[in-house]
């Protein structure tokens, strides 16, 4: 597992879809200053990540849950990522959205597949695992029985660990924050004061910068 977890946080690196910047803060949606920013919708632009990728997904599902039925992914950075996955292994296909459309049949769950089929959740990044949670909630709701969820990456907020267990949903991540910092300091991107601001943060997040 850490072989691969240090191979996706190095072509994560690589293709700049994560920065690391602890002198100047990143401004997330939620308001959270924040010494690092994800953008994992950068892996697609990226053939060679972007296999390794669905890759990596299609194993774990295999090896964890090989009496999957069905993939969801999460909208919308997870549709695609979802998609490939399912394609590998031969399996239909959902996706969940924010909030239900707004016009139309008005769907939360875009898709068609059987009722209780044993599913696998898709998400490209967790950080406090709300919005994630919220969409496994939303396949079981349609019926679906979710096996466990899998992810690109997460920030490992203490916080997110509980609200996933509190659910009772696996999650299991590509790579992660701790691999990700060991490899920056490593390498020399990122010194040892740095490295203890970085470490402050994913502790208390909400007030971190201020």
Known sequence: MEKRETEVAGHLLAINTIK?????????????????????????????????????????????????EAIAGVATGAIAHGVLVAEQL????????SAPKGHGLENLIEGDIPQGSRTVIIEDLVSTGHSSLNAAQAVRNYGAEVLGMLAIFSYNFPQAAANFQAAGIE???????????????????INANQLERLNEWRKNPETWGR
């Open 20 to 68: 690391i910047q602890p002198d100047n803060p990143f401004t997330w949606a939620s308001g959270w200053k924040a010494p690092i920013y994800c953008d994992n919708r950068k892996i697609l632009s990226h053939p060679a990540t972007r296999s390794f990728i669905c890759s990596a997904f299609t194993e774990l599902v295999k090896k964890l849950y090989p009496q999957a």
């Open 90 to 97: 031969g399996l239909p296909f959902i996706y969940v959205r």
């Open 171 to 189: 999650l299991t991540t590509l790579s992660n924050y701790n691999v990700l910092l060991k490899m920056a300091y490593d390498a020399g991107e």
